[in-house]
């Protein structure tokens, strides 16, 4: 079956028919698949009937696999999936407190030297209520600046660091920390705020509203400004997808 995608009602996103995560993807799917993912940004695959080793074996088609840092949180027999939710002991999650509470934005990895290129994300129990996932096009975020803007952003480098996430989910209290981030070194990542995509070349941000510290050259409160300010753009709701999981969903 001919890999086939319908765009979401959004700036990003599309729901993707025609690829069984059950079997490893030959070159060609490959190909397919890296072209729509760079184009929409999130891949939706309903109804993905996968055991825990066949979501390893076909994600490890696209590259190397990086293990989570927090060691309880991987799953036993597959220490390669990173298992997130708030009815295990102790719960991990990067949810806020409340709907009303800030949100923690943020690239996979960022803090790290290598961040992760993409995650993939598979439901196996979700909320009777609640739980969505919102993703924000960093594309659109940095297409809408205005040139000057751009130019300015062009040459600027962010500070990203563990600490910053530590202190976030420290605020939403004991229910919402895990101690997976106790064990990483709270190391600042110097990276550029903007990047260009190798098969593209479109220019996207790249940044974390918790985790992205500071910028290079800038005083601390004029950094914290400055992110701030540039998550109140770079994730507004027209620029958002929001994914409400069902059972048996994979997100890319």
């Known amino acids: 079956m001919a890999i086939t995608c319908k765009p979401c009602e959004a700036v990003l996103g599309a729901e993707v028919a025609g690829v069984d995560l059950r079997q490893v993807p030959d ?12 184009h929409y940004g999130v891949l939706i695959f309903h ?32 220490p390669e999936i990173c298992v997130i939710g708030n009815t295990i002991d102790p ?12 949100l923690e934005w943020h690239t996979d990895h960022i803090h790290l ?10 439901a196996r129990a979700v909320p009777s ?10 594309y659109t975020a940095y297409d809408t600046l205005l040139p000057d803007q751009q130019a300015v952003y062009d040459e600027l ?14 605020d939403q209290g004991p229910t919402e920390t895990s101690t997976q981030h106790d064990a990483t070194p709270a190391v600042a990542v110097e990276c ?10 479109r220019k996207a941000l790249a940044f974390g509203n918790q985790v992205s510290i500071g910028i290079s050259g800038w005083a601390a409160e004029q950094a914290c400004a400055f992110i701030r300010a540039l998550t109140g753009h770079a994730c507004q709701p027209s620029y958002q997808y929001r994914h409400t999981w069902r059972v048996q969903d994979a997100v890319l």
């Open 47 to 78: 109804a993905q009937h996968i055991t825990p080793e066949e979501q390893v074996a076909w994600s490890r088609a696209f590259g190397p696999l990086t293990l989570t840092q927090g060691v309880e949180a991987r799953l036993p027999q597959c």
């Open 113 to 122: 030297e290598v961040p992760a290129r993409a995650s993939l994300l598979y």
């Open 129 to 138: 209520q609640g739980g969505d996932t919102l993703f924000a096009c960093m």
């Open 91 to 102: 719960p991990v999650t990067f949810s806020p407190r409340t709907a009303h509470d800030e």
């Open 27 to 38: 070159a060609q799917t490959i190909e397919a698949i890296e072209d729509v993912l760079e």
């Open 157 to 170: 480098q962010v500070m990203h660091s563990v600490s910053g996430l530590r202190a976030y989910l420290q």
């Open 192 to 201: 550029p705020l903007v990047r260009r995509h190798p098969r593209s070349g």
